[in-house]
C-alpha cells in the first residue's frame, strides 16, 4: 500500500489516508478498506465500531501501519484483524 | 524521470481530496511555492512544479465552486503565512487572531507532547474533555498543526525551509530555548531575511529577567499593580485573577496587534522589523491610565468593598441591589440632563422636583441623600424588572452577568460575538469567542484547533518536501 493512498471503508464513512503501511490487510469496522467503496456496504463488526475520529492518526504497536482519518466513521480501524490505536499526544500534565 | 512525474501526479491527486477537504473546513488557499533541496534534479523539479501546480489550481477551483467562506468574507490577513513555536495560550491567542483574519497560521508542535495546553485540563476544578478543549480551542481555532522535534538539527533544518515561506515567526520560546534550538532572529533571519519576528514574554526581552518564564497569574496580574488595585483594603489578601487566560488574551491581541503594523510597515518599506509583547506590558498598558496617575499624584486607588449606593460624588456611579440580589451597575460619569429621567425610571418623580438635585453641581452636593433613594427604590424591584425597565434610560447602565447570560446576550449575539467550530469528538459544535475586531460587519466564521501533528504531511508536502524525506524525517522522530 503506497503512502497517500485514500482508502475508504466498507463498512461506515471512514476514509483514511495512508501514512505508513506493510503488507497486511487494513480494515475498518472489521472489512477491508479500499480506494473505492463496494456498491454493498459491508457490515459493521461489533468489535470494530468504536469510530474512527478527524484529524486523528492510528497506528500499530509495532509502528508498521499509520494511518490519518480524513473522514469519520462508526467503524473502527484494524489490521489483520489486530486494532490500530489512536496516536495521541502525550502532553506534560497542567492544572491551574 | 518519468516514473517520478507519475508519481507526483498520483500522490497530489490522492492528496486533492484531503486538500479539498481542508479547504472545505475554511482554511485559506494554499499558495504552492514549491521548492526543493535537491540542486542536482532542477529539471526534474520544475517539472513536477508545474504538475503539482496544475492539480492544485485544478482542486483550488473546484473549491472555489463548491461556495467556500472565504470568498464571502473578509480576510485582512489572506496571503499572510505565520509559522508559530509557540505554546500556551498569550502567544498562540495572537496566531488566532491572525488565523480568524485570514492567516494560514502553521503551530509546530512537539511530535510527541504537542503543546502543554493540552494537557492542561482541570481548570478551576472542571475536567475538559481533551476533544473538547475549550482551553485549546481559543487560542488555536483555524490553524493547522505540524510536529517537528526542533531539538533534532533535521527538525531545525525542515522549520528553516518552511521560514522561507512565511512572512512572520511567531514564537514564545525563552531566550535561552530560542539558541539551544536554534530559531532564535538571527537563525530563522538566515533563513528568510524578510521574515517579521514576533516573541511574546513574561517580562520583556530585556533587563535581568528577560530569561525567566511566567503566565498572566504572574506577570501580568500579579506584579503590575491589577491585584492591588482590583482588592479592596478591607479584605486579608489580594485577590487572583479568577479568570483563566485573561491577561494572555488580550496581550494576544496585542501582539497581532503588531504584528499588522510590521506587516504594513514591510509593505511600505520592505524593512522587516522584530516585536514583542510582555505579559507585563500588557498589563501596564491596560492599567496605564491608574498608572500615570498614580505616578503623577502619589495616590493609588484601589476598588471599595462591595455595597449597594452611588459615589461619595457622584450618586449615579456605582452598583445598586435588587430586591433578589442582583445588581444593576450605573455608570453616568457625566450626568447632566440625565437627573430627571434617572429618578422618574427608579420610580422616584419627585426627587427630580426636589432642589437639592435641581442640578449636577447641586447632585454633586448631595450625593448621599440621592443615592439613597436610588438605593431604596432598586432595591423593591426583581432584576428582571430592571433589565426590562431600565431599556429607556437614557443614562449608562448595565445588568451584572455571568458568563453564561452573556452567552446568550441578545446584544453580544446580534454583533456575532460567538462562533461556532466543530466538536472534534464528532458531536455538538463548541461555541467559541470570536476576536474583537469585526471587518465590514460580518460575522466570522473558523474551523475547529487541529489534532496535535494533524497536518504533518500536508504541510510539508505544500512546501515541496518530498515522501521519501517525510518518511526519513518520520523514521528518524524528527517529525510526526
Known sequence: MKPGTRLKSAACDTEVMVIRAADGTIECGGAPMDEAKPADAAPLAADFSAGTL???????????????????????????????VVKDAKPLPASD | MQRRKASHRRRAQQLAGLIVGTMRRGLPAPTFALKSNEASAEAEIRASRALFAEDFIAITEFSAMSGDRQTMATKVMQGVRVLEVAQFTFTPAAGAILADWGADVIKIEHPVRGDTQRGFLNMGGVQLDPLRHTLFEHPNRGKRSVGIDLS???????????????????TNYLPQVRQKNRFDVEHIRAANPNIIYARGSAWGDKGPEREKGGFDGTAFWSRSGIADCMTPPELPGPL????????????GMFIAGGISAALFHREKTGEAAELD????????WASGANIA???????ITKNAMPSSGGGAKNPFMGNFWTSDNRTINLCMVSPTGLIRDTFEHVGRPEAADDPRFQDVLSLIEHSKAASDILVAAFAEKPFAYWREHLKTLKGQWAPILNLLELASDEQALANDMLIEVEGADGGEPLKLVRGPVQFNGEALETTRSPQASEHTEIVLMEMGVDWD??????????IA
Open chain 2, 152 to 170: 533534532t538539527a533535521e527538525g531545525q533544518e525542515l522549520l528553516y525551509e518552511m521560514a522561507k515561506h512565511c512572512d512572520v515567526f511567531l
Open chain 2, 277 to 284: 509583547v510582555s505579559l507585563m506590558s500588557t498589563a501596564a
Open chain 2, 293 to 299: 496617575q498614580a505616578v503623577e499624584t502619589g495616590v
Open chain 2, 469 to 478: 524525506r517525510i518518511e526519513d524525517l518520520k523514521s528518524k522522530g524528527a
Open chain 1, 54 to 84: 478527524m484529524g486523528k492518526r492510528y497506528v500499530d504497536a509495532d509502528g508498521r501501519y499509520e494511518l490519518l482519518c480524513v473522514k469519520p466513521g462508526k467503524g473502527s480501524l484494524s489490521v489483520d484483524g489486530v486494532a490500530l
Open chain 2, 240 to 251: 487572583s485573577q479568577g479568570m483563566p487566560a485573561f491577561g494572555d488574551s488580550i496581550g
